[in-house]
């Protein structure tokens, strides 16, 4: 079982950018996809990105495209997410997720973008 702690939530202006942090431990999560998802007020949970053990990235939506930007970090095991240009549309609690089997969820972090 892989437990994960986000970090890094805040609240912002319209337009500034914050950088979450999801910390890794327990199983080696190295080998294994990691992704940041986000739940809005009154909506459901949404991915915004989503990075393999290689590196590679993908950002499933275009509105997040171009603004968010995941890494990961295999010595320090962590994956990250930074956001720019932020809207108040990005609010919500931000949750890091292991693809592991069961999958593992972090206990998300508050986002808020104030307009």
């Known amino acids: 079982q892989v437990q994960l702690v986000e970090s890094g939530g805040g609240l912002v202006q319209s337009g500034g950018s914050l950088r979450l942090s999801c910390a890794a431990s327990?199983?080696?999560?190295?080998?294994?996809?990691m992704g940041w998802y986000r739940q809005a007020p009154g909506k459901e949970r949404e991915l915004v990105a989503i990075?393999?053990?290689?590196?590679?990235?993908?950002y499933p939506s275009l509105s997040m495209k171009g603004r968010f930007t995941i890494s990961r970090d295999h010595a320090k095991n962590t994956v990250s997410l930074q956001m720019n240009n932020l809207k108040p549309e990005d609010t919500g609690v931000y949750y890091c997720?292991?693809?592991?089997?069961?999958?593992?969820w972090g206990q998300g972090t508050q986002v808020t973008i104030s307009s």
């Open positions: 327990g199983s080696d999560s190295s080998l294994l996809s």
């Open positions: 990075v393999l053990p290689s590196g590679a990235a993908s």
């Open positions: 997720r292991a693809y592991s089997d069961p999958p593992s």
